[in-house]
């Protein structure tokens, strides 16, 4: 019964690296986000997807990029890390009519810090 | 574009008292969804309730409940008898029909003994 799994937990990086954060779900649901979470900010909608295959821009999609190759997995790219984007990720997952039934499925976030 | 405010960065109560979280939203949409997210110290983020645009009833949980005035596009928690391990950050969030989902910057609350 994993829910949502996000890999890795922490990370450490020097500015300029790049680096991709796994998300995956073993419940069968449509959509899956990914959020940063910063003091003050609370939680921002980076990208997110409606279906595998398809990907859309949230709030703030600047400097990430994200692919949904396969239903279960969401993956969240930084392709040359800034200072800027140290924080705390977030994914999740929901499914298709179940808005009111059941809540968002959260994963545990991934504490990013870029050097 | 959806927008979700919560005027309260930080509350403090003492136990066992009633306290309000307030929440406000922009949208166009008629058919929604809003909810209220409970993050301990843990991180883990925990749904507390959540109303649907279209029921007029507010919905309660326990000793949670929501005062939903859509013509007010206003959506706030009530907690009532706070016990200590209601200690946490809480998010206000919006959803329309389908797609992405708009927090707010969080109410920071502290119960105290």
């Known amino acids: 019964n994993a829910g949502v799994t996000q890999t890795p937990k922490f990370r450490v990086l020097k500015t300029g690296q790049s680096m991709t954060l796994l998300c995956a779900q073993d419940m069968n649901h449509e959509y899956m986000y990914w959020y940063r979470q910063d003091p003050g900010m609370g939680l921002r909608l980076i990208h997110y997807?409606?279906?595998?295959?398809?990907?859309a821009k949230g709030e703030v999609p600047d400097g990430y990029n994200v692919s949904r190759l396969k239903k279960q997995n969401f993956l969240l790219g930084l392709e040359s890390a800034a200072p800027s984007q140290t924080s705390v990720y977030f994914c999740a997952s929901l499914g298709v009519g179940h808005f009111a039934d059941q809540p968002q499925h959260f994963g545990d976030g991934t504490r990013l810090s870029i050097l | 574009a959806q927008t979700v405010t919560q005027s309260q960065p930080e509350m403090s109560v003492q136990e066992a008292e009633t306290v309000t979280l307030s929440c406000t939203y922009d949208?166009?949409?008629?058919?929604?969804?809003l909810f209220w997210y409970k993050q301990p110290p843990s991180r883990q983020m925990i749904l507390v309730i959540r109303q649907e645009a279209y029921k007029q009833q507010n919905a309660t949980e326990n000793r949670f409940s929501v005062n939903f005035q859509k013509a007010a596009k206003s959506f706030s928690l009530k907690i009532s008898d706070s016990q200590l391990g209601d200690t946490a950050m809480y998010f206000c969030a919006f959803m329309k029909h389908a797609g992405k989902i708009i927090f707010g910057k969080g109410t920071r609350l502290h119960i105290l003994p």
């Open positions: 949208t166009s949409e008629n058919n929604y969804y």
């Open positions: 997807s409606v279906g595998e295959g398809t990907t």
